[in-house]
């Protein structure tokens, strides 16, 4: 039995009719919003880490091009960036797939606002720890691997959450290029249909599931890391 | 450079902004020997404590472990440091880190120490500290004397030349203080070079080798216990020892 006629057991211009029939379009595009922003997390992940570590530790020129790097990012809107992204490098010659595009640009936003958060958690964890690192002959490098970034990515996490969050409900700017994410797809599907309340709802709860259920894999992952005697009890 | 001197400090100085905190320190430490440094609180103690491992760097004058100038540029830090153990007033044990993993880490990181070898030292330190039941215990499990031993065990395990302890019991609780001492003066006991930053006058005249009295960036006077304690030359000293009594209630005999 086909998708197709097992939705015509719900009644004509129902809502679950609608629903139904939408379940093909509107899981792709939930998958393709899911892959973006795990890519987007992962290269603002990194990138945002040694923004942080520049900014900290690093000399003047290094924590001035770190510095101006996140406050030109955070300084402009996410959807400018990625239409220069998309729109504005084909003039230097540089075409890239939409989906490629819209990944791109959400990193290197989201690698902003994750160096400030990483910044934070590193600048909290106590002076002695580095000092106690050094004195037993680590170089500072050593140090900032094995002392100071475990418990600086542990304290990170609550606040970097939000982070997480944030880019998996702005990927849906990505559909500025055109990209069949969730939201866009969505879209379509309401402009076809007139059936704009029911289709953007249901697009609104499959956002709020998704982050419910990134919530709580951060949260065990959280519960996982704690440093024992450390811990807060709910 | 041959000399009968583990550490020799010529004419240290170091300013913070206008605040000149050490002014000229010299001092010298045999083998074995193990000195105290008191004095009342801002007056370069644990600055020049923590130039002899250049956490802190000074701004003139030098300092030698053995033959090498620490205070030389382009010296190797890291070799340096692991030669002198080094135990802060508040333990600054790694916090995500066992007890264990505490004092493993420099031997398989900085030593490059093979696992099992760097378990089995790390345990033996834990134990010469009393406290290899408390291997698999995360720092925030364990009482303040329990964590200022095991950063002592962190030290030892490094099989340092020197020992430097800047004020180690001065954040604990009264009830704790002497399970770290007792270790100190085990230390010693067994030959350990050692210099201590203390307000612990008792014990320090009944380990230390020689006392130093330090204030407002100069050492005062320094000698022997009994000199120092019974006999202080400096008017300075003797203020000092018998605002000391007046406050614990008691001559620090």
Known sequence: MSWETLCQNFAEDSFWRLACDSVPKISQGTLLTIEITFAAIAIGFVFGLLLALGRVYGNRPIYALCSGYVHFVRGTPLLV???IIYYGLPSFEIRLDPVL????????????????????????????????????????????????????????IPPWSNELIYTLKYSSAVSFLAVDELYWTGHHIAVKTYRYFD???????????????????????????????????? | MASEFLVRIHDLHKRYGHEEV??????????????????????????????????????????????????????D?????????????????????????????GLMKVKNMPKDRATELA?????????EHKANAYPNQLSGGQQQRVSIARALAMEPKLMLFDEPTSALDPELIGEVLKVM????????????????????????DEIIFMEKGFIVEQGSPEQLFNNPKQPRTREFLSKLSELYGESPA
């Open chain 2, 123 to 131: 345990l033996y330190e834990l134990k010469r500290v009393g406290l």
């Open chain 2, 185 to 208: 003066k085990t230390l010693a006991d067994e030959g350990m070079t050692m210099l201590i930053v203390t307000h612990e006058l008792g014990f320090a005249r009944s380990v230390c």
């Open chain 1, 81 to 83: 960036q990625l239409l």
């Open chain 2, 77 to 105: 830090l890291n070799k340096i440091r692991q030669q002198i153990g080094f135990v802060f007033q508040d333990f600054n044990l790694f916090q995500h880190l066992t007890a264990l993993d505490n004092v493993r880490l």
């Open chain 1, 101 to 156: 595009a819209g990944i791109i640009g959400l990193g290197i936003n989201s690698a902003a606002y994750q160096a400030e958060y990483f910044r934070g958690a590193i600048q909290s964890i106590r002076a002695g720890q580095m000092q106690a690192a050094l004195a037993i002959g680590m170089s500072r490098p050593q140090a900032i691997r094995s002392i100071i970034l475990p418990q600086a990515l542990r304290l990170v």
């Open chain 1, 199 to 234: 289709v953007y709802l249901i697009i609104a709860f499959i956002y709020l599931a998704l982050v419910l259920i990134l919530t709580k894999i951060i949260d065990k992952i959280e519960d996982r890391l704690r440093i024992p005697g450390l811990e807060i009890k709910h």
């Open chain 2, 22 to 75: 050490l002014k000229g320190v010299s001092l010298n430490v045999r083998p074995g020997e193990t000195k105290a440094i008191i004095g009342p609180s801002g007056t370069g103690k644990s600055t020049m404590l923590r130039c002899i491992n250049r956490l802190t760097d000074p701004d003139q004058g030098q300092i030698w472990l053995e033959s090498t100038e620490v205070t030389a540029h382009g010296v």
